[in-house]
Structures are given as structure tokens and as C-alpha cells.
């Protein structure tokens, strides 16, 4: 089994493409993953069942949300097990009871803000809650730059951000996710920085140092400190494509934004340990990593060869276990 990482960061890679898919299923992309009260792990992807929830086990609990999905990208869950779902081909946010009954929708699907505008949604891409009260954060995403906040009941508060390099302007806000305290946290993708905000979106600090391409992030206490785990993608191009600790790969960084640990140093690959595309990341109660990846959207410009077989499946899903 290949391990990554050293000392109180060690993990084992438990295979190629975690999960127990029966016969002919695939998730031809796993685009996000969250994990609900009791460590079941919710899967959103773009093969035929859109979620599939698993145990910590890897055993298929249920599926659902087929027929509903245009593009799935990014997935939530709240303080009660409801499911929060960002399709960033419909331009919208869903939430769902944990068996996939539709509760709300946030936007008007298939209708998308004029691109740039600061209005939502244009191509939105994932969503966060405030474990507090409730109130949703949704980054805004490919055609926008912006961070929407809502009411519980999907009532717009406000709005912030712009186009830009400065303190609260964005490249790609392309995941957010919150911590205990409310802090709303952007992954400013192509800014190459992790954004922090209060929770109505006053610029408090970023962590921009040694990232590479931050395509998610996710915060956890449960080790009895504040970790930050960012999935970041590759930051070189095409002459240095072979470069290394360029990304892609997980780092876990202390509440300050210090790097702790680097998993994966190489450049992209689908051999076990070895990274693509992190898309989405969460964590467990036990500190086991689950990391969701896209490789056919994401080819860095062809410098991953297209599939020559429509069915194959490049990895989507690792999990990263934790040894100590």
C-alpha cells in the first residue's frame, strides 16, 4: 500500500478508486464529497447515479438524484444531514433530505446571470453552511467572482467580491467552505490563495503562501486543533510538466496558513498516491482524507491525454488513511 506524508501526517492510500461500485457502475468523475454525522460518504459525480452515499466501509447505503443533474460540481451537508448540491450546468443550488427528497432550490435553472455581472448565479460552484444558524455561502464560480450569502429559507442576504488580484477580488472562486467559529474560507483558484472572511464577507486574512492552485478546501477540528486541508491543482504548464511539488496534491496547513504536511510531490498521475485533479476533499471523524478528482474536464490544456475508451474511468476517489 503506498503511504504519503511523515510523522503525525501519514496516510495510506487504500487503492486505486476507493468505494465498492457494483458491476459496470463508474463515476466517470467524482466532482465533490461530504460526509454527513455518522461518516457516511456522499459522493457527488457524473456518471449515472449523481449520488452515491457510502459507509466508511466503502459499501453502497443508497443513490439518488438521476435525472436531475446537469453538471454536478459541488456538495454540502448541514447540521442535520440535508444535502446541498451546486449544479453548475443549471446555475443552481439544491438541497435535499439525506435520502434525495428536494427540499429548496436557490436560482432558476437553466438560467444563468450574465457572466461577470456579480448577480447570482453564473456557473456557480460549491456551497457552505454555517454550522451556527444555518445561513449558506456559495461561491460564484467560472462567469462570475463573487460569494452570495443566503437566509436558511434561500433568501438572498448579500453579495461580495470582484475580478481581480486585491484583498477580496477573485480568480475563480472555486470552493468555500466554513469553520465553527463562521469564518468563510474561498479557494481563489486561479490566485493561488485561500481567502478569509467574516461571515458577512469583511476581508480578514489569505493564505497565499507556497500554494499552487487551491480547488478545494476544508476545515476540521476534531483533532483538537484547527487543520486546513487544501486539494490543490497543478500550477506549472506545459514545457514543465514533469516539475515537481508544482502540484497537484493535498497540503494540510495550521490556522495561520503554515504548511504542516505536502501529500504527493510528483506531478499528476493516476497511480495510487499520486494526484489529478483534487476537486473536492472532507475529512472524517477518524482523520482519514477522502479527495475527489476530475480528469476529463480538467486535462490541463492536453497535457493529460484524452481517453481513447469513452468508458474507461480514470481514479475519481482516493482515501487517504490515517496511520497515526
Same mark, same amino acid.
Given at each position: 500500500?503506498?503511504?504519503?506524508?511523515?510523522?503525525?501526517?501519514?496516510?495510506?492510500?487504500?487503492?486505486?478508486?476507493?468505494?465498492?461500485?457494483?458491476?459496470?457502475?463508474?463515476?466517470?468523475?467524482?466532482?465533490?464529497?461530504?460526509?454527513?454525522?455518522?461518516?457516511?460518504?456522499?459522493?457527488?459525480?457524473?456518471?449515472?447515479?449523481?449520488?452515491?452515499?457510502?459507509?466508511?466501509?466503502?459499501?453502497?447505503?443508497?443513490?439518488?438524484? !438521476? @435525472?436531475? +443533474? &446537469?453538471n454536478? =460540481?459541488? /456538495?454540502?451537508?448541514?447540521? %442535520?444531514?440535508? #444535502? *446541498?448540491?451546486? $449544479?453548475?450546468?443549471?446555475?443552481?443550488?439544491?438541497?435535499?433530505?439525506?435520502?434525495?427528497?428536494?427540499?429548496?432550490?436557490?436560482?432558476?435553472?437553466?438560467?444563468?446571470?450574465p457572466?461577470?455581472?456579480?448577480?447570482?448565479?453564473?456557473?456557480?460552484?460549491?456551497?457552505?453552511?454555517?454550522?451556527?444558524?444555518?445561513?449558506l455561502?456559495?461561491?460564484?464560480?467560472?462567469?462570475?467572482?463573487?460569494?452570495?450569502?443566503?437566509?436558511?429559507?434561500?433568501?438572498h442576504l448579500?453579495?461580495?467580491?470582484?475580478?481581480?488580484t486585491? !484583498? @477580496?477580488? +477573485? &480568480?475563480?472562486? =472555486?470552493? /468555500?467552505?466554513?469553520?465553527? %467559529?463562521?469564518? #468563510? *474560507?474561498?479557494? $481563489?483558484?486561479?490566485?493561488?490563495?485561500?481567502?478569509?472572511?467574516?461571515?458577512?464577507?469583511?476581508?480578514?486574512?489569505?493564505?497565499?503562501?507556497?500554494?499552487?492552485?487551491?480547488?478545494?478546501?476544508?476545515?476540521?477540528?476534531?483533532?483538537?486543533?484547527?487543520?486546513?486541508?487544501?486539494?490543490?491543482?497543478?500550477?506549472?504548464?506545459?514545457?514543465?510538466?514533469?516539475?515537481?511539488?508544482?502540484?497537484?496534491?493535498?497540503?494540510?496547513?495550521?490556522?495561520?496558513?503554515?504548511?504542516?504536511?505536502?501529500?504527493?510531490?510528483?506531478?499528476? @498521475?493516476?497511480?495510487?498516491?499520486?494526484?489529478?485533479?483534487?476537486?473536492?476533499?472532507?475529512?472524517?471523524?477518524?482523520?482519514?482524507?477522502?479527495?475527489?478528482?476530475?480528469?476529463?474536464?480538467?486535462?490541463?490544456?492536453?497535457l493529460?491525454?484524452?481517453?481513447?475508451?469513452?468508458?474507461?474511468?480514470?481514479?475519481?476517489?482516493?482515501?487517504?488513511?490515517?496511520?497515526?
Amino acid at each position: 500500500m503506498t503511504t504519503l506524508g511523515a510523522g503525525r501526517f501519514t496516510y495510506e492510500v487504500s487503492g486505486r478508486n476507493w468505494g465498492n461500485l457494483p458491476e459496470g457502475w463508474s463515476f466517470v468523475e467524482a466532482t465533490a464529497v461530504a460526509l454527513d454525522s455518522h461518516d457516511n460518504v456522499h459522493v457527488f459525480n457524473r456518471g449515472s447515479h449523481p449520488m452515491i452515499v457510502f459507509d466508511s466501509s466503502g459499501n453502497v447505503i443508497r443513490t439518488w438524484g !438521476e @435525472g436531475v +443533474f &446537469s453538471n454536478p =460540481h459541488g /456538495v454540502a451537508i448541514g447540521p %442535520d444531514d440535508s #444535502v *446541498y448540491c451546486v $449544479d453548475n450546468g443549471d446555475h443552481v443550488v439544491r438541497k435535499f433530505t439525506p435520502d434525495g427528497k428536494l427540499l429548496m432550490t436557490i436560482g432558476v435553472p437553466g438560467k444563468p446571470a450574465p457572466p461577470m455581472s456579480g448577480d447570482p448565479f453564473s456557473t456557480p460552484t460549491q456551497v457552505a453552511i454555517d454550522q451556527r444558524n444555518g445561513d449558506l455561502f456559495v461561491s460564484d464560480g467560472y462567469q462570475n467572482a463573487r460569494v452570495h450569502k443566503y437566509s436558511p429559507d434561500g433568501r438572498h442576504l448579500l453579495s461580495w467580491g470582484e475580478s481581480g488580484t486585491d !484583498e @477580496g477580488h +477573485f &480568480s475563480l472562486p =472555486h470552493n /468555500v467552505t466554513t469553520d465553527k %467559529d463562521g469564518w #468563510v *474560507y474561498v479557494a $481563489d483558484r486561479e490566485n493561488q490563495r485561500i481567502q478569509v472572511f467574516d461571515s458577512n464577507g469583511k476581508f480578514e486574512e489569505q493564505f497565499g503562501l507556497n500554494l499552487a492552485r487551491p480547488g478545494c478546501v476544508f476545515v476540521d477540528y476534531r483533532s483538537g486543533e484547527k487543520l486546513v486541508y487544501v486539494g490543490e491543482f497543478f500550477a506549472g504548464f506545459s514545457s514543465n510538466s514533469s516539475g515537481m511539488r508544482i502540484g497537484p496534491r493535498v497540503s494540510i496547513l495550521d490556522a495561520e496558513g503554515n504548511a504542516l504536511a505536502r501529500l504527493g510531490d510528483q506531478t499528476f @498521475g493516476d497511480e495510487p498516491g499520486r494526484f489529478l485533479s483534487p476537486h473536492g476533499i472532507a475529512v472524517d471523524s477518524r482523520g482519514d482524507i477522502y479527495v475527489a478528482e476530475v480528469s476529463r474536464t480538467e486535462n490541463y490544456g492536453g497535457l493529460i491525454p484524452p481517453l481513447t475508451d469513452p468508458k474507461k474511468e480514470r481514479r475519481s476517489l482516493q482515501k487517504l488513511v490515517k496511520k497515526n
